[in-house]
């Protein structure tokens, strides 16, 4: 599968996320972690959350996967580290909105280079490889917030 379609300077924002991950590693103590498979690709992530008084206070990922799984994974993390867990969420809607390929207006909300995804909107079978870290932020935000 080419990503031809893809603009070329987004296709570079990917593959240096891809091959530069920020935020790469695990967190010790007190972190939540999740992890989430693709099968449909092989994606791996797990994700590894410090959720301080609403705040992300940080958070790392490991994994293997496809570029776009792990590039989504890289971005994610950037936005939303030091983000309140309400913002954090708000941008994983978006995520999975501009997935939907909804023109949706991101308001007050800093994309960092989340947007260079936006053109896996056109190709439906790696939709679920952009959105699996998000997945797994979400799910161990629900997870944080069970009593
Ligand atoms: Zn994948």
């Given at each position: 599968m080419s990503f031809n379609n893809l603009d070329n300077l987004y296709r570079q924002v990917i593959m240096d996320h891809y091959k530069n991950?920020?935020?790469?590693g695990s967190l010790s103590n007190g972190a939540l972690t999740l992890e989430m498979n693709n099968p449909t690709c092989g994606d791996r992530i797990q994700l590894h959350l410090l959720i301080e008084d609403g705040i992300v206070n940080d958070v790392k990922f490991e994994g293997e996967g496809c570029s776009i799984s792990l590039a989504s994974a890289s971005m994610m993390t950037q936005v939303i580290k030091g983000q309140e867990v309400e913002t954090a969420l708000k941008l994983s809607q978006y995520f999975s909105d501009m997935m939907l390929g909804k023109d949706v207006d991101p308001a007050d909300l800093e994309l960092g280079d989340i947007e260079?995804?936006?053109?896996?909107?056109?190709?439906p079978a790696r939709i679920k490889c952009a959105t699996l870290a998000w997945k797994a932020m979400e799910k161990a935000v629900d997870q944080n917030e069970q009593p």
């Open positions: 991950p920020r935020n790469h260079a995804l936006q053109g896996v909107a056109k190709f």
